[in-house]
């Protein structure tokens, strides 16, 4: 078994929560064996992951809140992004490098997230969606 550190932080679905969810992954990753590059690629994807917890999952839905994980071990970091949404179907989501895609306004965070973690999961149950993040060290 994996002996690591973990934390984690809840804030409402507000956009204006979005610094203490960047402060709180910077501060957890600061000691991780990551080059610049990877580091802002974990934040990136972490942020990323909130915004669509705020908008898909909780509809902007201030009473509804966002539960983010942090867990760090010898090998990987693994950040869990926890809703209250329905979820969706991971492989209906169109790749945005398609021609009909290339104008759309979003649909691209999914496929950036892959682009730039080692492992990205979806987990579903009755009590909400959550993006697992993992980024091999």
Do not use: W
């Not at 942020?47 to 898909?56: G, L, P, Q, R, S």
């Not at 979003?106 to 979806?122: H, L, N, T």
């Amino acid at each position: 078994m994996d002996v690591g550190v973990t934390d984690k932080i809840i804030i409402a679905s507000e956009i204006n929560e979005l610094p203490i969810i960047r402060e709180f992954i910077v501060s957890h990753i600061a000691d991780a064996k990551l080059n610049e590059k990877e580091r802002a690629n974990v934040e990136f994807s972490v942020i990323e992951a909130v915004m669509n917890a705020i908008v898909h999952g909780n509809e902007y839905d201030r009473g509804k809140k966002i539960e983010v994980t942090y867990s760090g071990y010898p090998d990987r970091i693994e950040i869990k992004v926890k809703d209250s949404g329905a979820g969706f179907d991971p492989s209906k989501l169109p790749d945005p490098r398609e021609p009909e895609s290339l104008k759309a306004p979003s649909g691209r965070g999914v496929f950036f997230m892959r682009q730039m973690m080692s492992k990205v999961e979806f987990e579903f149950s009755p009590e909400g969606a959550t993006v697992i993040l993992t980024k091999m060290l």
